[in-house]
């Protein structure tokens, strides 16, 4: 249960789904991003809601000793699907590679030239130094 006024998408969450357990909790920040469209998560309450925290809590009791279970398989792979490292990170490098597809265009002989150009020119009177003089020094 997080019945919280102001969250993010707190790793007590993250925590719960990697383990296969349903939550419940209110809709602060990217919470119901992800509780409040998956049902098998766990049940969505408006912040700052008592009642409705009350009769979530009524309920996931009911259901409880009425022989429900959770689909705790669903729920893991939900979160390991989005916030393993390896997850995250590959969301990541979709994102750069996406960049770099878009922006990237074919170096012609005039772009080259006039990076190097630029890349050449002097800075306050001195000349740049390529990273091996750098080096060298």
């Given at each position: 249960?997080?019945?919280s ?49 009350t ?14 279970r ?52 002097p800075?306050?009177g ?12």
């Amino acid at each position: 249960v997080l019945f919280s006024r102001y969250e993010n998408l707190p790793c007590v969450l993250l925590e719960a789904w990697m383990t296969g357990l349903p939550t419940l909790a209110t809709d602060v920040g990217g919470v119901g991003e992800h509780l409040g469209r998956h049902e098998a998560l766990g049940t969505l309450i408006q912040s700052g809601d008592r009642e409705g925290l009350t009769q979530a809590i009524v309920a996931a009791a009911k259901a409880k000793a009425s022989g429900q279970r959770p689909d705790h398989e669903a729920i893991h792979g939900y979160a390991s699907a989005r916030f393993t490292p390896e997850a995250v990170g590959g969301a990541i490098e979709a994102v750069y590679r996406s960049l770099v597809r878009g922006r990237a265009r074919p170096l012609t002989k005039s772009r080259r030239t006039a990076r190097l150009s630029a890349v050449s020119a002097p800075l306050n009177g001195a000349p740049v130094r390529s990273s091996s003089e750098t080096n060298r020094l």
